[in-house]
């Protein structure tokens, strides 16, 4: 659906609206479908480039290329040594990655700093995939040392995490 362009600019008290334009509201701005990956198990690399993490991967088909997908993301990480970088994807294009690094840039990271530490990495990212096509949206993870792990802490498993990835097809 469009974004409503017949509606007035602003409003005052006593206007009325046509049905075109209640109609025009009503399918504005609505939230079309919901698709979400969870992750209950554990995750580990030691890749110094980005690897996917299994289980946090989804698919959506967007009803219209004007829609957007919202992304959010909940990933429990944590490092033995370095850090654990994450990002996400939209098939083979990292999005939401920051770009001020010299040498990592991710959407967040959790360090070895703090070992016996699960981090809660959340983001979200609202994309404009310009598509009605089936578009896949991942998180990727890298290890700059040591081992980099997902729903667990970094030295022991005694703790167990739960991350997720979701996604929400917005209409424009």
């Keep these: ?9 602003t409003f005052v008290a006593g206007d009325v609206l046509t049905a075109a334009q209640m109609n025009d509201l009503r399918g504005a701005f609505r ?19 980005y690897v996917d993490v299994t289980d946090l991967s989804v698919a959506i088909t967007p009803s219209s290329a004007s829609s957007k997908i919202l992304v959010s993301i909940a990933v429990q990480t944590a490092a033995t040594t370095g850090d654990a970088v994450i990002r996400i994807l939209r098939g083979a294009t990292a999005i939401a990655v920051g770009t ?38 991942k998180v990727q993870m890298q290890a700059n040392s040591g ?12 703790y167990g995490g739960f991350s997720t990835i979701t996604v929400m097809e917005i209409s424009a």
């Design 1 to 9: 659906m469009a974004t409503p362009t017949t509606l007035p600019a």
């Design 31 to 49: 939230v079309l479908q919901i698709v979400q990956a969870t992750k209950a198990n554990t995750f580990s690399t030691t890749s110094a480039t």
């Design 100 to 137: 001020g690094g010299s040498g990592y840039n991710g959407v967040a990271m959790a360090s070895s700093s703090y070992p016996n530490s699960m981090f809660t990495i959340a983001t979200e990212f609202l994309d404009s995939p310009a598509t009605t096509s089936a578009t896949t949206y």
């Design 147 to 158: 081992t980099a792990v997902i729903n667990r802490r970094g030295f022991d498993t005694a």
